[in-house]
Nanobody, 118 residues
């Protein structure tokens, strides 16, 4: 099972990045996929998730700025990030698992891609 992120980098506040996650068939077939951010500090925070019927959910702090989507033709998960803020800085992980009443229980994780906003 494989999840490989790309697209991170360093941008100025107000800038844009698009993260991609190339998923193996097993990972992509999971009913819930999402992006989890690990900012400086001890805790990870869920940013966005998408379930198999296309329903999406977002962390309040990124609503209206970030968009999660997926392409079934290429087994790729995306995160379009606009109007980036310094507080969006962190390691971004792609993850796959099963949906819960709130959020997802992630079973598979990528290695992460760093996003730095200054």
């Amino acid at each position: 099972v494989q999840l490989v992120e790309s697209g991170g980098g360093s941008v100025q506040a107000g800038g844009t990045l698009r993260l991609s996650c190339s998923a193996s068939t097993t990972a992509y077939s999971m009913n819930c996929m999402g992006w989890v951010r690990h900012p400086p500090g001890p805790e990870r925070e869920g940013i966005a998730q998408i379930v198999s019927d296309g329903t999406t959910e977002y962390r309040d702090s990124v609503k209206g700025r970030f968009t999660i989507s997926k392409d079934s033709a290429t087994n790729t998960l995306y995160l379009q990030m606009n109007s980036l803020k310094p507080e969006d800085t962190g390691m971004y992980y792609c993850a796959a698992g099963r949906p819960l009443h709130i959020g997802c229980a992630y079973k598979y994780w990528g290695q992460g891609t760093q996003v730095t906003v200054s």
